[in-house]
């Protein structure tokens, strides 16, 4: 089955820093892979997805994740960092049928000022 | 367009009662999933539907749990009895028909179930 390590429990960054999440998943056929973002009393919001095609995917808020399946990674990166993107963030894998998603344990992102 | 809808949001009881939780998918979605959301174990899927039929139920914790989907519009996880360990986030995701492996998961607000 597959499963998604998300080594970072917490990262603090500074307003306007560059930012780096880090994925690494585990599964034996082509991933689909997510990564999601989650405000506090809030559901899941999806940032952005990779199916096939292109490496580096583009998504909402300004956040862009790289596929590198050498590695088995898909870090999250977004060159500056605005104060309201301090949220948990998820990491998902999940089969083509989309049906058996699995998340990892989350980051969660604090931002200072 | 609404989300996926689910209620109530916040949800107060003693322990030995029993508790429902509803969720509305998406019009047009025909995939269903529960999700429980705590500190200790992340986010674990409890039971998926496809076309109001269960497909996997394994990630229900034991007999106390039992979810349905009387149809494509509506389903409810339900403990009975509950217990303080149920204590959790419970969330309702629902999406596309199977086929068009581009479409994600869309996620309601959560249920936050607290069992005294």
């Known amino acids: 089955a597959q499963s998604v390590t998300q080594p970072d429990i917490h990262i603090t960054v500074s307003e306007g820093a560059s930012l780096e999440l880090r994925c690494n998943y585990s599964?034996?056929?082509?991933?689909?892979l997510f990564w999601y973002v989650q405000s506090p009393g809030q559901g899941l919001q999806l940032l952005l997805k990779?199916?096939?095609?292109?490496?580096l995917v583009q998504g909402i808020k300004g956040f862009e994740a790289e596929f590198k399946r050498s590695q088995s990674s898909f870090n999250l990166r977004k060159p500056s960092v605005h104060w309201s993107d301090a949220a948990e963030y998820f990491c998902?894998?999940?089969?083509?049928?989309?049906?058996?998603?699995?998340f990892g344990a989350g980051t969660r992102l604090t931002v200072k000022p | 367009d609404a989300g996926v809808i689910q209620s109530p949001r916040h949800e107060v009881t003693e322990m030995g009662q029993e508790v429902t939780l509803r969720c509305k998918p998406i019009s047009g979605h025909n995939s269903l999933f529960w999700y429980r959301q705590t500190m200790m174990r992340g986010l674990e899927l409890l039971i998926y539907?496809?076309?109001?039929?269960?497909?996997?139920d394994s990630g229900m914790p034991e007999d106390r749990f039992s979810a349905k989907m009387p149809n494509a519009s509506f389903s409810t996880l339900k403990i009975q009895p509950s217990e303080p360990r149920d204590s959790a986030v419970y969330f309702c995701a629902s999406s596309p028909p199977t086929g068009a492996p581009n479409q994600p998961q869309h996620f309601g607000d959560g249920t936050r179930l607290s069992i005294l």
């Open positions: 990779y199916f096939s095609g292109d490496t």
């Open positions: 539907f496809n076309n109001n039929v269960p497909i996997d």
């Open positions: 599964y034996g056929a082509t991933p689909y």
């Open positions: 998902a894998v999940a089969s083509y049928n989309n049906n058996d998603m699995r």
